[in-house]
C-alpha cells in the first residue's frame, strides 16, 4: 500500500476497498497499480490509499512475486 502516486504505474480505479491502520483507524484503498522497485523487481496490485502517510509492503507478496530470498537481522535486512 502506497499513499503516493508518484512511483505507481498502469494505476486503474477500483471499488473501495476498506484498510485498517495501525492506530485503530480505518480508511479506503481507491486505486491499483504496479510499482517497480528497481531492475525487473516489480509489486502488482498495489492499494493507492489516499492520505497514508507511509509505505506498507507485503514480504509474502514479494516473495511469491519476485523468486527472491529475504534475511532480516536486527540491524538489516537483505535482498
Do not use: R
Not at 33 to 61: A, M, R
Not at 62 to 70: K, T
Amino acid at each position: 500500500m502506497t499513499g503516493s502516486m508518484k512511483e505507481m504505474h498502469d494505476v486503474h480505479d477500483i471499488l473501495t476497498c476498506p484498510v485498517g491502520l495501525p492506530n485503530g483507524e480505518h480508511t479506503n484503498a481507491t486505486k491499483e497499480g504496479t510499482v517497480y522497485l528497481g531492475g525487473q523487481l516489480k509489486l502488482v496490485n498495489v492499494l493507492f490509499v489516499p492520505n497514508l502517510n507511509c509505505n506498507v509492503l507485503s514480504i509474502s507478496q514479494l516473495l511469491d512475486e519476485s523468486n527472491c530470498v529475504i534475511q532480516f537481522t536486527n540491524k538489516l535486512c537483505v535482498l
